[in-house]
């Protein structure tokens, strides 16, 4: 902060146009200003941005301040005012990419749900053409297991053991793994 009268003379230097002393103003108000911006913001990367048009919107604003007013709270006003347009302006911002996003999910949805019918297609086709190329055996336990046959039935229907039943089965989805990573690239 300044001393009343370095600031007195650093503003009349600026208002006979010696804006580089203006330089004295922000070094001197930019911790405390930065520091109130921080404290209602909490997003660290707006504060330079804030900062900065508080110090402009000071400096454009230097012949409305009133001589022997408190300086530090000119410019907390001035830094409250550039924070009701910022959260304004955020607040559109947020609602104008909510709708747009809310857009894109609808539009991309209906995309999304014709492509992945048609992918559930070829990959329903791809796999009726790997069981159909198993053997016999095999064929019939995966035919019995989307029928939901159990096991033991099974079993006694292919004159095997329950285990065999699941040794039948594991071989069976080995080879339509294959099969299927083969067909579908």
Known sequence: MLDPVVLATVLDEVAGGNRDAFWHVVRAYSLPVRSYLASQTHN??????????VF?????????FR?????????????RNTLSVHWRRTARRNRALSAFQEEV???????????????RADAIESLLRCINRL???????????????????????????????????????QLLRACMQKETG
């Not at 660290?44 to 048009?53: G, I, K, S």
């Open 44 to 53: 660290m990367h707006d504060v330079d941005d804030l900062a900065q048009e």
């Open 56 to 64: 402009l919107g000071a400096f454009r604003g230097l012949p409305t």
């Open 67 to 79: 001589r022997g007013d408190d300086f530090g709270a000119w410019l907390r006003g001035i830094a």
């Open 105 to 119: 999910a609808r539009v991309v949805g209906e995309d999304l749900d014709r492509s992945a019918a048609a992918d």
């Open 135 to 173: 053997p016999d055996k095999l064929k019939q336990v995966v035919r019995a297991g989307l029928g939901g046959d159990k096991p033991a039935a099974l079993a006694e229907s292919l004159a095997t053991t329950v285990g065999a039943v699941y040794n039948l089965h594991y071989r069976a989805n």
